[in-house]
């Protein structure tokens, strides 16, 4: 007889209480994980991945609840138990890591503080050795001067750092099984990596059993022995990892396969193959553009420096001390790139390394501190951004911003947000020609048109992105600038997005700046890439050249945190 | 912190000088001649400008202004000619008053109004819920007068617990020695049960006729915040490692809700300070809010000015508190500083 499993979910269906009846978001599901294994649950949005795992520490919304099935814990009925021995059991037993680690911590409390409570509530602590334990758990997560970040607050940490004190939090009590919800989600690749080996390390070395929640089917391979997908809050399949990459079964985890995008696939292959018959021969080869044919956009010696906070109170310099001033703060540091038309630029880099300012600037939301910003042969650096909005290049330069919902005001219908700018930078007048336009724009980014009489709320987060797109090429501009146009969505649906980007390029001319931190979406998309590290360029060169034989040592270390699955 | 302080008063001096001067300009052009009223009806026309100019009234405003600005500095607000008193030696006796009435009803309010909205927030749509809305409805939609003459009639009149509504001790009790000026603080502070039990009886009144109006802001927006709070992650991460509902709600949630409380306490309570004249009327409380209504009837210009400079420098006051209370709760806003 084998040994029965850490944790065992049988049967299991939670349900939920909305405004339109009971909708269910797990259906009859069984999990196993066995002692010391880590297990991947793997899914897009609303396949019930995250509310199982809710379920299982039993931390639902009052509306939800546990409609049928077992969660059996080391011979412990967690659905049946009390409140009282749940709570002994959360963080001593179980131990949950969540996404967007600096709102997971309480933002007034210093984080040696939060990781006491752990330790006292859990009797791992007297009040004597709370302070010496908590140094030491930060010690074990690899913080560098525990005893100074126990007195810091979370917003005094990096994300990558905050994570790590989460991590601290959650192994504090030394449980046997730690549930890591998207633990890197909104982390840079390297420190993802550096997230994720810790994670595995320490639980490794605990013998603890994990089971880690992503979307993220790259991730899953490279660190867990078992992956469960996830659809609709069905498990459709659950297999070894190298067996489950190697040889899908489900359609549906072959779908999520294809749309992840790897090394040596083009777009097309990205879309499952029904949807890529008739558009196919749109990504006929393009003609390279002409060497010699002049840039859209040429970007020269572009700097921006943000004055650093000065120290002096208010008092002192109203006595007239004058203090030595700081040498300002260079966000961009004299970086030099041009645009050709109909060109795909790829702008990569971690956060913090200056391609979001390089972005506003160009877009001439933000001024720059010098250098010059050369638009068909115009500098537009030289307008100030105040008054762009009123230049004729600003129907020109677009935008497309990162999240799909923010992005979008929440009391416009779509058909008057991909009006906007018709309406701001006129071109059309009559009611009728403006909705005939937005229908033909809705048609052109594949909204279906009965959709945009809809408020954003009631859209997808996939459809939202093709409002976004369809306002921003609703001027038919020259450059459009994608600002992680895709970091939110479900690999499926950033398929599809991608593609449509793709084609809409093609079909209109356009140029785009592509903006992004996920290397493997932009050796797709582009056609050259420029990495940036701390406002300046490292290498810049072809997407083939530079992801493919990167010589920055940046560059590599970039591609190497890139979890691959083993296809 | 005591540079963020000094930072923050060096802030208020251009408001402050600001006040002064509007106020000066504004009890000018108030519609009523001082002089006139003081003269009486029968006095004849030489007797009013006699007084006018004992008064310094007929001076151009910019002389007047001048004068009234030096005796300012010396601390000296000027005479109230219907008391016949130093205006700082009225404040001074009334302000107390006040300020142990609003005071009061603001700890009442709050004792009762922060347990409630944190309830109704964590039993959300529970009967405990709906009562929160009840009260809070209910205690705006009444005016002060009505309630305290509902609470007059009832616990006075009829069932005759309460003593007179007749100012802050009735006749019977002494004065307690003067050290804050807040007699139920006084009483005790001299030991003196009796007096602090006839002054706890003359104050009950007032206080709960105040606790009820400003109920309502300060449990709704205990609710609101708490409920925003209850949503977040670093909740979530609380409970999920095992800590009792009463550290997830007492440290984690309730610390972070207190901000937006905080500041709607501030609000409420300048609000009350100077504005409970209807209390004060009702009560025959000899607070500053009916003093400033009086003279203001009287056109007798020292009372309104010192009232509303007292009353600028007592809101920029609480306003420093308020934000150094931030800087306790909230480690982000010291950065700021």
């Known amino acids: 007889m084998t040994t029965p499993p850490l944790l065992d979910i049988k049967n299991l269906t939670v349900e939920f209480a909305t405004r339109r009846g009971t909708v269910q978001a797990v259906k009859a599901i069984d999990v196993s994980v066995a002692k010391g294994e880590t297990v991947a649950i793997v899914g897009e949005s609303g396949s019930g991945k995250s509310v199982t795992s809710y379920a299982v520490v039993r931390i639902l919304d009052r509306a939800g609840k546990v409609a049928e099935g077992s969660i059996s814990f080391s011979g412990v009925d967690l659905v049946a138990a009390s409140e009282a021995q749940m709570r002994d059991i959360r963080g001593r037993e179980i131990s949950m890591i969540f996404q967007n680690p600096r709102a997971a911590l309480n933002p007034i409390r210093k984080v040696g503080k939060q990781i006491e409570d752990v330790l006292l509530e859990h009797v791992q602590a007297t009040r004597a050795t709370a302070r010496d334990k908590a140094i030491e758990a930060l010690a074990k997560v690899r913080i560098a001067r525990p005893e100074e970040r126990y007195d810091a607050y979370p917003f005094e940490l990096s994300g990558g750092m905050c994570q790590r004190v989460v991590i601290a939090l959650a192994l504090a009590c030394q449980p046997q099984l730690l549930i890591a919800d998207e633990p890197t989600t909104g982390l840079d690749v390297t420190t993802q990596k550096a997230v994720m080996d810790l994670i595995v390390e320490l639980t490794r070395e605990r013998g603890m059993s994990t089971i880690l929640i992503t979307h993220d089917l790259g991730l899953a391979a490279a660190y867990c022995d078992k992956v469960v997908v996830m659809e609709k809050g069905n498990v459709v399949e659950t297999a070894r990892a190298g067996e489950i990459f190697r040889n899908p079964q489900h359609p549906y985890t072959r779908k999520l396969m294809q749309a992840t995008p790897r090394i040596g696939m083009s777009l097309r292959d990205l879309l499952p193959d029904a949807q890529k018959g008739p558009a196919a021969q749109l990504a006929a080869p393009k003609p390279a553009p002409a060497p010699d044919a002049a840039p859209l956009m040429r970007v020269e010696n572009l700097v921006k420096e943000y004055p650093r906070p000065a120290s002096g109170s208010f008092l002192s310099k109203l006595m007239g001390k004058t203090e030595e001033p700081k040498a300002p703060f260079r966000a961009v540091d004299g970086i030099s790139f041009s645009v050709a038309k109909g060109e795909t630029l790829g702008l990569v880099g971690e956060s913090g390394c200056g391609k979001s300012t390089t972005s506003m600037m160009i877009t001439r939301l933000i001024d720059k501190t010098s250098g010059s910003i050369l638009f068909d042969g115009t500098d537009i650096g030289a307008i100030p951004a105040k008054q762009f909005a009123a230049s004729a290049h600003r129907r020109r330069i677009q935008m497309v911003f990162q999240d799909p919902t923010d992005r979008l005001n929440p009391r416009f219908t779509a058909e008057r947000a991909i009006a906007d700018p018709i309406l701001r930078m006129g071109g059309i007048s009559g009611r009728d020609a403006l909705r005939a336009r937005c229908e033909d724009l809705a048609r052109l980014v594949g909204l279906p048109v009965e959709l945009i009489d809809r408020f954003p709320h009631q859209l997808s987060g996939g459809q939202k992105a093709r409002v976004g797109i369809a306002r921003a090429i609703a001027l038919e501009p020259d450059l459009v600038i994608l600002d992680e146009p895709t970091a939110a969505l479900d690999v499926s649906v950033q398929a599809v997005v991608l593609n449509l980007l793709q084609e809409l390029k093609e079909r209109l001319g356009m140029s785009y700046l592509f903006v992004s931190h996920d290397l493997n979406v932009v050796r797709l998309l582009c056609d050259r890439v420029i990495v940036m590290k701390t406002g300046a360029i490292v290498e810049q060169g072809t997407s083939e050249e530079v992801l493919g034989d990167p010589k920055a040592d940046y560059t590599k270390e970039l591609l190497t945190a890139i979890p691959h699955p083993p296809v | ?337």
């Open chain 2, 1 to 337: 912190m005591l540079r963020l302080i000094g930072q923050r008063l060096m802030t208020t001096i251009p408001s402050v000088i600001g006040v002064i001067i509007v106020t000066f300009l504004l009890t000018r052009v108030l519609p009523g001649d001082t002089a006139a009223y003081f003269a009486g009806p029968a006095a004849s026309p030489e007797a009013i400008i006699e007084i006018r100019s004992k008064l310094g009234l007929d001076q151009p405003l910019p002389v007047q202004f001048v004068s009234y600005v030096t005796a300012l500095v010396k601390g000296d607000l000027g005479m109230s000619l219907t008391t016949g008193q130093p205006v700082t030696a009225d404040l001074a006796a009334r302000l107390p008053a006040s300020a142990e009435l609003t005071l009061a009803g603001l700890l009442l309010a709050m004792s009762v109004a922060l347990p409630l909205g944190v309830l109704a927030a964590v039993r959300q749509g529970s009967w405990i819920d709906h009562l929160c809305r009840i009260v809070a409805t209910a205690g705006v939609s009444l005016p002060v007068f009505f309630t305290g003459l509902l609470l007059v009639y009832v616990f006075y009149f009829i069932l005759g617990w309460a003593p007179a509504p007749l100012g802050r001790l009735d006749v019977f009790a002494s004065e307690p020695a003067r050290v804050t000026g807040l007699y139920l603080v006084d009483t005790l502070l001299a030991r003196d049960g009796a007096t602090f039990r006839a002054a706890l009886a003359q104050i009950a009144l007032p206080a709960i006729t105040l606790a009820i109006f400003s109920l309502a802001p300060i449990t709704r927006m205990t609710r609101a915040s708490m409920l925003a709070v209850l949503g977040a992650d670093f909740v979530r991460t609380a409970r999920a490692s095992g800590l009792s509902s009463r550290k997830v709600i007492g440290t984690y949630a309730f610390r972070n809700a207190m901000l937006p409380v905080v500041t709607t306490l501030g609000m409420v309570f300048s609000f009350l300070l100077g504005a409970n004249v209807l209390v004060e009327k009702v009560f025959a409380w000899p607070g500053v809010g009916s003093y400033a209504v009086e003279a203001l009837i009287a056109s007798d210009y020292a009372p309104i000015q010192g009232f509303v400079l007292t009353m600028a420098i007592l809101y920029v006051a609480l306003n420093l508190m308020i934000d150094v209370l931030y800087g306790v709760i909230d480690p982000r806003v010291r950065l700021e500083g």
